[in-house]
């Protein structure tokens, strides 16, 4: 009898065993499987939550033309329009040792304080946005910094056109204080979303003036 009881206790130890470690397996499992389904609801509302964090806008309007002298203000008193943020696009291009266009590019600069601030705010990689009364400051997307091999603090040479002169009227050396993502270069939409993007401050906009400018957005 004391040989059955002794053997009863052994199995017992042994089939304990086991079950603590199928348990132990059935818990480390479940957990790398809630784990991995949490990260993958994360990562299938991190787009629209960077949307949210950006403070997307909802419409993207471009005039025919320039839109400057009162479209923008007019915009504003639209019923529906909560916010605009108007931003121009320049006649500029990088150039290249020999003063060539090397890249083609979407340069933009912002009107006034709105545009990246109060809409469409980027999120900066390294850096920081131009400051909006330095005319020499820009920031670039992801694409333009891996294109164009730029990091904070490098120089970038641009070429102005005014008109439709083909050839650069002005040279500027810009220094490049920020490397950014957008929505547009996260997810690209357009074919311009998909070349490098570089933006300056509302200073280059008055620097250079209405001849360069390629054409408006308000957001």
Do not use: C
């Not at 994360?42 to 960077?50: L, V």
């Not at 400051?137 to 641009?158: F, K, N, P, T, Y």
């Not at 939409?189 to 250079?208: M, Q, Y």
């Amino acid at each position: 009898m004391r040989a059955v009881s002794r053997l009863a206790a052994h199995k017992f130890r042994a089939a304990w065993r086991g079950w603590v470690f199928l348990a132990l397996l059935t818990g480390v499992a479940g957990g790398a499987v809630l784990t991995a389904a949490a990260g993958a609801l994360r990562t299938d509302s991190a787009y629209p939550r960077f949307l949210q964090a950006s403070k997307a806008s909802d419409v993207l309007v471009s005039p025919t033309g320039t839109g400057l002298g009162g479209y923008y203000a007019a915009l504003a008193q639209r019923p529906g329009a909560a916010a605009i943020a108007p931003i121009v696009g320049l006649q500029a291009l990088p150039l290249g040792p020999g003063g060539t266009p090397i890249v083609q590019a979407v340069v933009g600069a912002p009107l006034d304080g709105r545009f990246g601030r109060l809409l469409e705010v980027p999120k900066m990689l390294a850096g920081r946005q131009p400051s909006p009364d330095r005319p020499g400051e820009v920031m670039v997307d992801q694409i333009a910094a891996a294109a164009l091999h730029l990091h904070v603090g490098s120089r970038l040479v641009m070429g102005a056109m005014a008109g439709n002169d083909t050839r650069p009227t002005r040279v500027l050396s810009e220094r490049v204080v920020g490397i950014m993502v957008t929505r547009g270069s996260i997810v690209p939409v357009t074919l311009l979303d998909r070349v490098p993007a570089i933006f300056g401050s509302a200073a280059l906009f008055r620097e250079l003036g209405p001849a360069t400018v390629a054409s408006t957005a308000p957001t």
